[in-house]
């Protein structure tokens, strides 16, 4: 059984930062490729950040230069360093992960999500 816990979100003013993290277990080989997602009711689950094993990352334009995701392989941890937040990034952010494990490899997982709300 693979499990993603996140936390870190809340409540936060515009302009502010808040700093999410992911933890991986379970029996697991390898964890693979990490990110970060985002849904809002009624609208389909956007990607915010991904980041590889060797640390190679991605975001979208409407995130680029205001969040850094990053990671520690050690700890099968994924984190998203959120700054300059703005009411329209309020959402659930799910945490996601690529993962090797005894019944398979290349596994996608996903976290429950955790609630952010950026306040105007």
């Known amino acids: 059984q693979v499990q993603l816990v996140e936390s870190g979100g809340g409540l936060v003013q515009a302009g502010g930062s808040l700093r999410l993290s992911c933890a991986v277990s379970?029996?697991?080989?390898?964890?693979?490729?990490m990110g970060w997602y985002r849904q809002v009711p009624g609208k389909q689950r956007d990607l915010v950040a991904t980041i590889t094993s060797g640390g190679i990352t991605n975001y979208p334009d409407a995130v680029k230069g205001r969040f850094a995701i990053s990671r520690d392989n050690a700890k099968n941890t994924v984190y998203l360093q959120m700054s300059s937040l703005k009411p329209e990034d309020t959402a659930v952010y799910y945490c996601?992960?690529?993962?090797?494990?005894?019944?398979?490899?290349?596994?996608?997982?996903w976290g429950k999500g955790t609630q952010v709300t950026v306040s105007s």
């Open positions: 379970g029996r697991i080989f390898r964890v693979n490729a």
């Open positions: 996601n992960a690529i993962v090797d494990t005894p019944v398979g490899s290349g596994l996608n997982y």
